[in-house]
């Protein structure tokens, strides 16, 4: 079985509209490393997209869902409840930020859980408009696309979008887009479209993730939530990629000194198994009435076992400590190749959920092909690396937390090595 033979049958059976990064097929995974069906070995730093923070097949995951498995796999909740799902709910109350009680929801995507968000906000303020940022994403269903601020490929030939979504500016200093002029576009989106006593919340992602790894500014975020309250508008954190210790904290909202109403989180919370949530105010979830909330599938007892697992590996092994530790030493060593690599505009991120931005050497023009090449260039060498950015200039680096000492080394070599050659092509 070969990659090729692979690839040539995906696509005689499989939509074009599910696009694929690589060409390798995996045969076999463990912690931060991928095996393809060729039997060649690769360190992967996209970690399914920030879904395995815990890495490929962490032990404790395992044990805890072939226990589940052991027992059932499937009831409904909403039919046949059970105790894992209870706990796990338990749980994010208490570590979700903010000093009040709270409740949570499960369902199965971070699209879902997106769209619930918006649902609750909805129904607790009796309101209809939610505004989003440029750069953001939230999803691919029709509410999350909507709220997305990128058109291709997420919004491009899909028709109408839904309606009472508003867009302001994502400030990023990099691109000129300064707080203060976002801002403006607010308080004049407030004058000129949508009367704020009209908005149910703001959704922000506290780190964007597919937008570039932006973070949010401390002091926009604050001043967010002052606004929110002057105008009974709801606040969501879309923690959906910057949840469970990649940030250095367990959600990157600790960073900011401010909390979020709504709390959507999904990807690292299941540690490779399909599982994401909601959590909020309890005053604010208990708006919808029973039954205007769940789903078939939200919560499945495996989800939720590996869901348990993945808290439990957090705490054990001290991952937010670890992220931090290390994000400043892959900072470091982009760092020291400046000089080397000219394209190299900016390194960021906070813990380990880094990027770099490249632009054309002596300018500010964003250099995709640049990014592209070094994705290419690294996985020739055996790296597995993903670009994001509004516009696909920026490398991110999302490699599992739990990723060993030396494996992490030798990834830096390649990384190094990589840039270097392509530096010296371009």
Known sequence: MSNSAIAARRADAISRGVGVTTQIYAEKAQNAEIWDVEGRRYIDFAAGIAVVNTGHRHPKVIAAVKDQLDHFTHTCHQVVPYENYVRLAERLNQAVPGNFKKKTIFVTTG???????????????NRPAVIAFSGAFHGRTFMGMTLTGKVVPYKAGFGAMMPDVFHVPFPVELHGQTMEASLSVLDKLFKADVDPGRVAAFIIEPVQGEGGF??????????????ADKHGILLIADEVQTGFARTGKLFAMEHFGVVADITTMAKGLGGGFPIA?????AEIMDAPGPGGLGGTYGGNPIGVAAGNAVL?????????????????RLKQSLQSLTDAVPQIADIRGPGFMNA?????PGSATPNPDFANRVREKALDNGLILLTCGIYGNVIRFLAPITIEDA????????????LRQCAAEA
Do not use: C, H, W
């Open 356 to 360: 770099v931005e490249f632009n054309v």
């Open 111 to 125: 699209a879902e859980a997106v769209e619930n968000a918006v649902k609750i906000a909805r129904a607790a303020t």
């Open 407 to 418: 494996v992490f080394s030798e990834a830096l070599g390649i990384l190094e090595t990589t």
């Open 277 to 281: 949530a909601v959590t909020g105010r």
């Open 312 to 328: 439990d590996v957090i705490e054990e092994e001290g991952l937010t400590e670890r992220a931090t530790q290390l994000g400043n």
């Open 214 to 227: 932006y973070e949010v500014p401390r002091a926009f975020m604050q001043k967010l939530r002052e606004i």
